[in-house]
């Protein structure tokens, strides 16, 4: 049963091609869709083709990752966006454009910006599954790694939690508004992971994790895009 009875159903389908899989999603949520721009989500159906074997990139890039459109793909099949908001700001910069689920409608298709959660509101994932401190799978980059959730466990206990940092910092406030990639610079090992806002794992996998600060959940892809991974080409 659809969370939103006034809206199409969600609509998510993912098959093997070669050497891709290919999403073919309608890009409508599988949460109570709130809305905080004007508007309803549109039934848009979007295609995303990602590697099976991620291949690292020979030098990473963040004026790769689109400004405008999707990045990635996330596990219900709502498109992800990168932080920048059709200002050229940050999608932060715009007080209460975002539902607690860090998406909201936007003229092209629902999406989102950040991975949000809150107790009693219907997310991707609840908070209960959330602050458990397993990483849980966010979404799929169009280079073909995983983006997990940055609130993991701080003790081998499970004790205690803590979210990982962006090693982005804000340097130019008054460029937040307006130009949020020129806002903010690398500064290599401020935070808990790297440039692309990602870390090789114990198992040696590498995985990107959402941070509450920029760039939220990419900052460069760390592998190879293809020619037409993403819906529309993207917008650099």
Do not use: K
Not at 53 to 65: I, K, L, M
């Amino acid at each position: 049963m659809s969370a939103n009875p006034d809206l199409p159903d969600p609509s998510l389908e993912a098959t093997c091609e070669g050497e891709s899989i290919v999403v073919v999603t309608n890009s409508i949520p599988d949460y109570v869709y709130v809305a905080t721009t004007p508007g309803e989500a549109n039934e848009v159906v979007q295609t995303f083709t990602l590697p099976a074997s991620p291949v690292e990139a020979a030098d990473p890039d963040p004026g790769d990752v689109p400004r405008l459109g999707a990045i990635a793909v996330a596990v219900d099949g709502v498109p992800i966006y990168g932080p920048t908001e059709g200002t050229g700001g940050d999608v932060l910069s715009l007080e209460g454009a975002l539902s607690e689920c860090g998406s909201h409608n936007g003229p092209v298709d629902f999406h989102m910006h950040l991975f949000g959660w809150a107790e009693g509101v219907d997310c991707l994932y609840s908070a209960d599954v959330v602050t458990s401190g397993e990483a849980v799978l966010v979404g799929w980059a169009a280079d073909g790694y995983p983006i997990m959730s940055g609130l993991v466990c701080a003790d081998d206990a499970c004790e205690e939690m803590a979210q990982l940092t962006s090693s982005w910092e804000l340097t130019d406030e008054s460029a937040f508004p307006t130009d949020t990639w020129a806002a903010h610079s690398y500064v290599e090992g401020s935070g808990d992971l790297d440039e692309c806002n990602g870390r090789v794992d114990a198992d040696g996998q590498y995985r990107y994790y959402t941070t509450a600060t920029f760039p939220y959940m990419i900052g460069c892809y760390h592998g190879e895009v293809a020619e037409g991974a993403l819906p529309g080409g993207g917008a650099p």
